[in-house]
């Protein structure tokens, strides 16, 4: 069953709903359509707006948010996810407040799920994040009341990981709760909603073979020397671990681990008889593993956070979009899983799924 859109937003809908949570009604005895009082709603909207957008905390924590929804949305391994910190709710304080988490989960085993989204900042590269006991407390007191677990999502910007772990995995410590990365990634469930790790055999390549039926403009010195040189590219061969990749489906899977994997790029020109050859676009593990075969390329959430990072922030790190639209599953389609079962495939490829570390179970795809 394949996720969809649950519910289309419609500007006057949504327009609406907001006024009658912000409406001041400073002017008793008005119609609602009261030209003055829909002004001072305006007025207030966009006066909320510019304080919000001058707040760089407040915009990256909405970033945030937005791209773990959607990076859930991309793994597929969900039956539901909603926002939950929307809209007025009541309930009974007799034990404590109460706080509202920033998502609802359905897991596909049909668990539910409450979600807190936090980004930790790039420096220290190797810093904790601390909340606060009374904020958690209050968010744990509002999953008892909806019958949920409350877990505690974590973006470690320095690294483009994500971790999503049960907030009593966590030491509380002088009124703080604290959140350190080696403990997150321990407790991570991210697996039961569909990441998983993606390796094959290095390097992959782009090669562009030079058309010797065009003349090139000089030919290359002695090692050691150098010349200008201008040749034409006459074929883009794409390889992994040195095998040409002609299957469409092994291609834009290499392309896609080449575009938003960890591995590193270095060029490298083959030189044939003084004569360009070709010149490879090599990606490859700037720390291979030893005699181990294969190396890891990335998690499908780190992957995709990447492509979400290219597509809403610039270069210098300013926000250009607070939401960026994903094909549901899309993530977990980058590698079919019928394509284990393919005994024509070239690109090896082998799939990690991580589960918690009280969890005695494991899964590998190779």
Same mark, same amino acid.
């Given at each position: 069953m394949a996720l969809r859109f649950g519910r289309?937003?419609? !500007?006057?809908?949504?327009?609406?709903?907001?006024?009658?949570?912000?409406?001041?009604?400073?002017? #008793?005895?008005?119609?609602?359509?009261?030209? +003055?009082?829909?002004?001072?709603?305006?007025?207030g909207l966009a006066s909320g707006l510019a304080e919000s957008l001058a707040n760089p905390s407040?915009?990256?924590?909405?970033?945030?948010?937005?791209?773990?929804?959607?990076? &859930?949305?991309?793994? =597929?391994?969900?039956?539901?996810?909603?926002?939950? $910190?929307?809209?007025e709710f009541f309930? $009974?304080?007799?034990?404590?407040?109460g706080k509202l988490p920033d998502f609802r989960l359905v897991r596909q085993d049909g668990q539910a799920l409450l979600v807190e989204?936090?980004?930790?900042?790039p420096k220290p590269v190797f810093g904790s994040h601390r909340l606060r006991v009374s904020d958690v407390d209050a968010l744990h007191r509002y999953a008892e009341l909806t019958g949920c677990r409350l877990l505690l999502a974590h973006y470690w910007?320095?690294?483009? &990981?994500?971790?999503? !772990?049960?907030?009593?995995?966590?030491? %509380?410590? $002088?009124?703080?709760?604290?959140v350190d990365m080696e403990?997150?990634?321990? +407790?991570?469930?991210?697996?039961?909603?569909?990441?998983?790790?993606?390796?094959?055999?290095?390097?992959?390549?782009?090669?562009?073979?030079?058309?010797?039926?065009?003349?090139?403009? !000089?030919?290359?010195?002695? #090692?050691?020397?150098?010349a200008d040189v201008e040749f034409s590219v006459g074929a883009v061969e794409l390889l992994g671990g040195g095998d040409v990749l002609e299957d469409e489906v092994e291609r834009t899977i290499a392309g896609f681990l080449?575009?938003? =994997?960890?591995?590193?790029?270095?060029?490298?020109?083959?030189?044939?008889?003084?004569?360009?050859?070709?010149?490879?676009? &090599?990606? +490859?593990?700037?720390?291979?593993v030893a005699a181990q075969g294969f190396e890891v390329v990335g998690q499908l959430s780190s992957m995709y956070s990447a492509m979400y990072l290219l597509a809403t922030q610039s270069e210098a790190g300013e926000v250009l979009g607070l939401r960026h639209n994903v094909s549901p599953g899309s993530l977990a389609g980058v590698v079919p899983d019928?394509?284990?079962?393919?005994?024509? %495939?070239?690109?090896?490829?082998?799939?990690?799924?991580?589960?918690?570390?009280?969890?005695?179970? $494991?899964?590998?795809?190779?």
């Open positions: 289309n937003p419609s !500007a006057s809908l949504e327009a609406l709903r907001l006024y009658s949570l912000l409406d001041a009604r400073t002017t #008793p005895a008005t119609v609602i359509a009261d030209a +003055a009082r829909v002004n001072d709603f305006v007025r407040r915009v990256q924590g909405f970033w945030v948010q937005s791209l773990f929804q959607a990076m &859930v949305v991309g793994l =597929g391994g969900i039956k539901l996810i909603k926002e939950e $910190d929307v809209g309930f $009974d304080d007799s034990d404590g407040p989204v936090k980004s930790v900042r910007s320095a690294w483009n &990981v994500w971790t999503l !772990a049960d907030a009593a995995a966590f030491e %509380r410590r $002088d009124g703080k709760i604290i403990t997150a990634l321990k +407790a991570s469930e991210l697996g039961s909603l569909g990441d998983a790790s993606i390796a094959t055999v290095p390097p992959l390549t782009i090669s562009l073979v030079a058309d010797h039926s065009v003349p090139q403009s !000089a030919a290359l010195t002695a #090692p050691g020397g150098s080449i575009r938003f =994997g960890r591995w590193k790029l270095t060029e490298k020109v083959v030189v044939n008889d003084h004569m360009v050859e070709r010149i490879d676009l &090599v990606f +490859a593990p700037e720390e291979p019928e394509y284990f079962e393919r005994p024509d %495939r070239i690109l090896r490829l082998w799939k990690f799924v991580q589960l918690p570390s009280t969890s005695t179970d $494991d899964e590998v795809d190779s």
